[in-house]
């Protein structure tokens, strides 16, 4: 179990971490989702005990990181951005030191072998840790992490430099973990959350801005009473006739997206379901429609719309941004 | 704390650096024993001893340079600090290290006293006593290495910034003869270093040099664990 009240870190004048607050159950997986900057190491470098917070606390598995580091450690496992590596010994040699490290009771041999073979690192047991490539030293970290069988596994980055097998394996791995252990693992991926974790901290600029579990957070800022829809014909006359629908609060003209096709952004009260009269009122005018989608978010989406403080219009912004690209390539 | 030792130890024979450190004070005690004992034909080795004073302060900051530097270089400091090993035992585990290869450094000395007992009588007592204080200024060379190993990112920095703090160990002895008041001079004095090793070298073991010594390699190494400390809270 991990609680944190109210961390704050302060480096000199600048704050990396503002007053944040969450819990992680055992048994769950957290994902730490935020941009480059963010403070998504810092908060973890503060769980961990590497570096102390400014105010504020962290609890691992009920004990005070700060007041007691030493019990708390021993329940942590932790992968730092850049895996704590010596490229002067060899694979085993540096896990055995590991092992040494932790105290850890467990049988050395077999806990090691086992490990060995979860990240798949056993064929290159013998060989130095600097000859051996990105991808490999990142799973070496992560073995490092896995050495003792800690309750809890702070991970930050963990498929960084993986190949594509590796990051589907890594990630079943960690969700196979995670139903024993407590697990929190940042990532700028959000499939990779998505795919990963129960539930989701976003965090902008050092503060949370969203917690809730994957599914909820996706559905509450989706937006279903959203649409997209095409036709062609005078789109100044459309967007009068779809004005008129029960329930639509604004209709924008987006673009001519072919010639005498538009485009149109469509927006209901929340809740409202207004496809079949948009469907309706356009077939009762003899407008085709060409196109109808509602204006579901994606997690990245979302994730724009909750880091740059933007709720509306997060999907215009895109297709807009989008377009700019089209543009571009075409000359 | 042990861990953290042997991991060190095998890193300074992975690398040349164990090898060509031991070599190289191996070479220093032989051309000193040739020059100032064989040559003059006498089994007293007292300027061996005196010799080795600079040579020790000079080379011991190249095997502390990069105990704890390269650690802040590489980040493998986050898998010892949050590792459940408190700091005191981490600073210990990195001194034993450095010291351990000293001990072997000081077996040639054994090696010499059993020479020479073949052509002469060799007094035990002036050559165990020698190596224990050499090994006293070596624990607090490397203490002293440690520290400023401590502070700095890049070896280069911390080899040149020790040594620079051992001849300022050297140079105790100049600003004392230049103190304007008596009891000033005696103040100064009582911290020479080489004074207090000299002692050594010329057969007086007394209590007073072991504890100066002793206590200074363990402000250095309680330092090291503070300036540890701190970089936590900064
Ligand atoms: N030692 C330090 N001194 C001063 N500022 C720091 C220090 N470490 C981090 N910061 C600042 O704190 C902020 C958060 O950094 P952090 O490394 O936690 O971001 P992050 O979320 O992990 O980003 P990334 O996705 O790039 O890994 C950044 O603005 C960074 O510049
Ligand atoms: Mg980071």
Redesign the interface.
Known sequence: MIEVRNLTKQYGSKTAVKNISFSVNEGEILGFLGPNGAGKSTTMNMLTGYISSTSGIAKINGIDILEDPISAKKCIGYLPEKPPVYGDMTVKEYLNFVYKLKKSKLPRESHLAEICELVKITDVKNRLIRNLSKGYQQRVGFAQALVGNPGVLILDEPTVGLDPKQIIEIRTLIKRLGKHHTVILSSHILPEVQAVCDRIVVISSGSIVANDTTDALARNLSSDHKLVVRSEGNPEEIKKLLSGIQGMERVHINREAEPGVYEFFLEAKQGADIRRDVSKKLSSRNYPILLMKSNELTLEEIFLKLTTGDNYGGLEKYEKALDSKEKESGK | M???M??EL??YF??PLGYVFIAVFYLFSGIFLFLFTLTSQSADMSYVYTGMFFVMLIMIPILTMRLMAEENK?????????????LPRLVMGKFLSAFAILLICMLIFLVYGIVLSCFASVNWAVILGNIVGMLLLGALCVSAGLFVSTLTENQMIAAVGSIGLNIAFILVDSFASVMPTKFLQEVIYSLSFFSRYNEFTIGIFSLSNIFFFASVAFIFLFLTVRVLEKR???
């Not at chain 2, 590489?74 to 408190?86: C, G, Y």
Request: hydrophobic content about 35%; glycine content about 0%; charged content about 20%.
């Open positions: 042990f861990a953290i042997k991991r095998l890193s992975t690398s590489q980040k493998t400091d986050q898998l010892l600090l949050t590792s459940p090993v408190s936590r809270w900064s």
